[in-house]
């Protein structure tokens, strides 16, 4: 499938409007899902970080 | 809602006299109006007694949501897990977004929240690439009113940064 990005764009603006009409309380849920999702991410990229790393010379 | 909770504790702090007026600007309060953006914080913009002080303290701010069980973390405050930023008015724009800012009522809770011409103004004003985003979509969404907005740039001295932000968005598809 080729990539379009009129397509995008439209997808896109639908998105926008189709979000400006969402109840608030919903678009403040997900806002607090969003930052969930940010801090998790955040949380396995620092274990990652921590993980202990094979030692090169062995 | 944890949001719904700080919602509730601004409300306390201006019930209780800690804070004479405040209003919800930032990600969260253009969520209000446009799509939800991911945020890491709550911006909280406050008006308080200055008359006792030439400096602006956000003190008495600290001490009472520390009493009640917020955390300070660097120039946040910890309210329900979520970073709470509390931001003096210090320029004519923010003063004047704070005397206009909209009552809302979400799930049962009130809260202030800026009005979206002004959150736009401070948009332009601040002029970060998110911000210029943030801007974008103001402007698309149906209940932006633009003749307001354009009176806010022209009061609050905006207009050669609106002009620069409209020749950008003139570049773009």
């Known amino acids: 499938m080729r990539f379009s990005m ?4 439209r997808v896109k603006r639908a998105s926008r409007v189709a979000m400006t009409a969402t109840p608030i309380a919903e678009k403040l849920r997900i ?3 969003l930052r969930e999702r940010d801090r998790a991410i955040g949380r396995a990229v620092i274990a990652l970080e921590q993980r202990p790393t094979r030692d090169a010379s062995s | ?3 719904l909770d700080i919602f509730a504790e601004l409300e306390a702090a201006v019930a209780d006299g800690i804070v004479g007026r405040y209003a919800v600007g930032g990600a969260v309060g253009a969520t209000f109006y446009i799509e939800p953006a991911a945020t890491q914080d709550v911006d909280v913009f406050v008006v308080f007694d200055q008359s006792a002080s030439l400096f602006v303290s ?3 701010i600290y001490d009472y949501f520390t009493d009640r069980g917020a955390v300070v973390q660097n120039e946040h405050l910890v309210i329900a897990d979520w970073p709470v930023q509390f931001l003096p008015a210090t320029t004519p724009l923010v003063d004047d977004a704070l005397v206009h800012a909209v009552r809302m009522t979400v799930d049962g809770q009130a809260v202030a929240v800026l009005s979206q011409e002004h959150l736009a103004a401070i948009a332009l004003e601040t002029g970060r690439l998110k911000d210029k985003i943030r801007l974008s979509q103001f402007l698309a969404s149906g209940t932006f009113e633009r003749l307001r907005f354009g009176a806010l740039t022209e009061r609050f001295g905006l207009t050669e940064k609106w002009a620069r932000f409209v020749a950008l968005m003139e570049d773009q598809p």
């Open chain 1, 6 to 9: 009129d397509e995008a764009l």
């Open chain 2, 58 to 60: 956000l003190a008495p």
């Open chain 1, 31 to 33: 806002l607090e899902r």
């Open chain 2, 1 to 3: 809602m944890a949001l």
